[in-house]
């Protein structure tokens, strides 16, 4: 009988803790979101970046954290919820995102019953980064460092790239 469905089953290693999450998870509905594969970030293209930074802050005179918070807003990926749209933060104007650790792209700010908010597009933290996005925040970092006259290693740049890139 065709049912118009597909059948995937998934091999995970034989572990005892994936055998008691398995019987757990067969106690109730699951639900499974597939997605295409990507490498993670290259822990080398992490340091290079964090180099450029370090070169960056010292060209501005400021401080790496904030050459970092900085490039992540401009270059960095939005965090996706699980129906497929991008998170959005609405916060009071008085709510510093940077001191609480959260990296939002200033979108727009509009009055809601009577009270000012300003409204955000949420940016993924780098260490969550696939290697498609990892390669974008270090394409943006060196643009960055580029303009400033900052010296990239060419060679070091296109193995970085190599490496980042998905097979």
Known sequence: MVTQRY????AVPALPE???QSRRLAEGNVAVQI?????????????YHWLLCSRIAAALE?????????LMLRYG??????DGNASLIRALPQ????????YGRWLRTEETEGRIYDH???????HEYD??????????????????????????????????REK
Request: proline share 5%.
């Open 62 to 70: 400021t401080d790496t954290d904030s050459v970092h918070y900085d």
């Open 95 to 102: 709510v510093n995102l940077r001191k609480e650790q959260i």
């Open 120 to 126: 955000y597009l949420e940016i993924k933290p780098s």
């Open 18 to 20: 994936i055998a008691e």
């Open 131 to 164: 290697s498609a996005e990892m390669t974008a925040l270090i394409r943006g970092t060196i643009e960055e460092a580029d303009d400033l006259g900052i010296v990239t290693d060419p060679q070091r740049v296109r193995d970085l790239m190599e490496a980042l």
């Open 7 to 10: 059948l995937i089953t998934i």
């Open 77 to 82: 990926t939005p965090r996706m919820q699980e």
């Open 35 to 47: 997605g295409r594969y990507r490498k993670p970030r290259s822990l080398d293209a992490n340091a």
